[in-house]
């Protein structure tokens, strides 16, 4: 393998030696290596090798053609603020050829500069850390709100069109192509009746109440590099859903993911509850970045959070009735434990969801 590797990584090297080449990330789509390079004079470089889950993502030239596209534009935006890029931003590195991808055997790999300094974390550290990811969320939406969105490809079609994925969750439902409903009857349940919220920001978009920008698509706290000294949330990373969306989806996904008191997967679910300090500290940090929200955006703030939650653990249980298919697994009841745990969150936000309306009034501009 690491053969193999190495001669996959060779069209990205700027020369030295390879020293190591390890397995990254506890991503659940690409298969992500971090790849040392013994430089000269005892300098060492690190890479991203990434291979590009390619029955995920149908199109890697028009899905890089967006990374590209981006990054180069938050590269402009950071040297102009003086900022460091090598931090701050996510650096596609090109081949001799100036390609942005390797095919090797069929397989669509691609090479980023390692942000060093920094690091990102499956559970948050605590308020002060969830505040600094906030700005930066709110950064980034800020300084994509220039940016031409018609440029940029659709790299997963619906990602976040929740209606249309309530729609497959029912199809997998009746498929049931794994033989697992019967053991899963009162999740099933669970998302089935709640099949109302899954319309709403559907209509709104219907409605054109609601602005399509520039957005990311999947804010998951682990895809927010935190820099080890300043623990400023220096760079997000995981650019492959970058494209037009609504700027509730990465609220959403951010709360989802960081305003938890367990990770994931954890299956103990008395560990599990949605934690409203940690909402309270990213909606300052968000909302300390300026005026870049629309009233109606600020006021789907609440329920952003809960349909998420409540779509990122559909799409768990789908994965489990049609056998696992699309994220990685370590066991074979792990996409179910995901989505009993996302359970577990939207229940918590349904009661508290006033207490989340008061969060978002206090804070907002
Ligand atoms: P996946 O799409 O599978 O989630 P990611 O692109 O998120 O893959 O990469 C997996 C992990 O690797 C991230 O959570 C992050 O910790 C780390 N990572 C990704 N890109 C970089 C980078 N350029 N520098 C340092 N670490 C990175
Ligand atoms: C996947 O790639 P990763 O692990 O950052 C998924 C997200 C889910 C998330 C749930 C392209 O994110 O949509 O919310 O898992 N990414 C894709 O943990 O489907
Ligand atoms: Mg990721």
């Given at each position: 393998?690491?053969?193999?590797?190495?001669?996959?990584?060779?069209?990205?090297?700027?020369?030295?030696?390879?020293?190591?080449?390890?397995?990254?990330?506890?991503?659940?789509?690409?298969?992500?290596?971090?790849?040392?390079?013994?430089?000269?004079?005892?300098?060492?470089?690190?890479?991203?090798?990434?291979?590009?889950?390619?029955?995920?993502?149908?199109?890697?030239?028009?899905?890089?053609?967006?990374?590209?596209?981006?990054?180069?534009?938050?590269?402009?935006?950071?040297?102009?603020?003086?900022?460091?890029?090598?931090?701050?931003?996510?650096?596609?590195?090109?081949?001799?050829?100036?390609?942005?991808?390797?095919?090797?055997?069929?397989?669509?790999?691609?090479?980023?500069?390692?942000?060093?300094?920094?690091?990102?974390?499956?559970?948050?550290?605590?308020?002060?850390?969830?505040?600094?990811?906030?700005?930066?969320?709110?950064?980034?939406?800020?300084?994509?709100?220039?940016?031409?969105?018609?440029?940029?490809?659709?790299?997963?079609?619906?990602?976040?069109?929740?209606?249309?994925?309530?729609?497959?969750?029912?199809?997998?439902?009746?498929?049931?192509?794994?033989?697992?409903?019967?053991?899963?009857?009162?999740?099933?349940?669970?998302?089935?009746?709640?099949?109302?919220?899954?319309?709403?920001?559907?209509?709104?978009?219907?409605?054109?109440?609601?602005?399509?920008?520039?957005?990311?698509?999947?804010?998951?706290?682990?895809?927010?590099?935190?820099?080890?000294?300043?623990?400023?949330?220096?760079?997000?990373?995981?650019?492959?859903?970058?494209?037009?969306?609504?700027?509730?989806?990465d609220f959403g996904d951010a709360i989802r993911?960081?305003?938890?008191?367990?990770?994931?997967?954890?299956?103990?679910?008395?560990?599990?509850?949605?934690?409203?300090?940690?909402?309270?500290?990213?909606?300052?940090?968000?909302?300390?970045?300026?005026?870049?929200?629309?009233?109606?955006?600020?006021?789907?703030?609440?329920?952003?959070?809960?349909?998420?939650?409540?779509?990122?653990?559909?799409?768990?249980?789908?994965?489990?009735?049609?056998?696992?298919?699309?994220?990685?697994?370590s066991y074979p009841e792990h996409n179910l434990?995901?989505?009993?745990?996302?359970?577990?969150?939207?229940?918590?936000?349904?009661?508290?969801?006033?207490?989340?309306?008061?969060?978002?009034?206090?804070?907002?501009?």
């Amino acid at each position: 393998m690491r053969e193999e590797l190495e001669k996959i990584f060779l069209p990205f090297s700027e020369g030295g030696k390879i020293i190591e080449i390890i397995r990254y990330g506890k991503g659940h789509i690409n298969d992500t290596y971090r790849v040392s390079v013994h430089m000269d004079k005892d300098l060492e470089k690190r890479y991203i090798l990434q291979r590009i889950n390619r029955s995920i993502f149908k199109d890697p030239v028009a899905l890089m053609d967006n990374i590209v596209k981006v990054t180069e534009y938050l590269k402009e935006c950071v040297e102009k603020a003086g900022g460091d890029v090598d931090k701050e931003v996510l650096q596609v590195v090109h081949t001799k050829e100036g390609a942005h991808h390797v095919l090797h055997e069929g397989e669509f790999y691609r090479c980023y500069r390692f942000i060093e300094g920094a690091r990102s974390y499956e559970i948050v550290g605590g308020p002060e850390d969830f505040y600094k990811s906030g700005q930066a969320l709110g950064k980034f939406q800020r300084l994509l709100g220039e940016f031409e969105g018609e440029t940029l490809h659709e790299t997963i079609k619906d990602f976040h069109n929740t209606e249309k994925r309530f729609v497959d969750f029912q199809k997998a439902v009746e498929d049931n192509t794994a033989n697992r409903a019967i053991e899963c009857a009162d999740e099933i349940q669970f998302y089935l009746e709640r099949e109302k919220d899954t319309k709403i920001i559907n209509g709104l978009l219907r409605e054109g109440r609601l602005p399509v920008r520039v957005t990311h698509n999947d804010t998951k706290y682990n895809n927010v590099m935190i820099d080890d000294e300043t623990r400023e949330a220096v760079c997000l990373v995981d650019l492959d859903t970058v494209m037009p969306g609504v700027s509730l989806y990465d609220f959403g996904d951010a709360i989802r993911s960081g305003a938890t008191t367990a990770l994931e997967d954890e299956k103990d679910l008395s560990k599990v509850h949605f934690d409203l300090s940690l909402f309270e500290a990213y909606v300052r940090g968000y909302f300390s970045q300026g005026e870049f929200l629309t009233d109606l955006e600020i006021e789907y703030l609440p329920f952003a959070a809960k349909i998420m939650t409540y779509e990122c653990g559909m799409r768990f249980l789908k994965d489990y009735l049609e056998g696992d298919i699309y994220y990685k697994i370590s066991y074979p009841e792990h996409n179910l434990h995901r989505a009993r745990n996302q359970m577990k969150l939207v229940s918590d936000m349904e009661r508290e969801y006033q207490q989340m309306i008061e969060i978002i009034r206090k804070y907002r501009k």
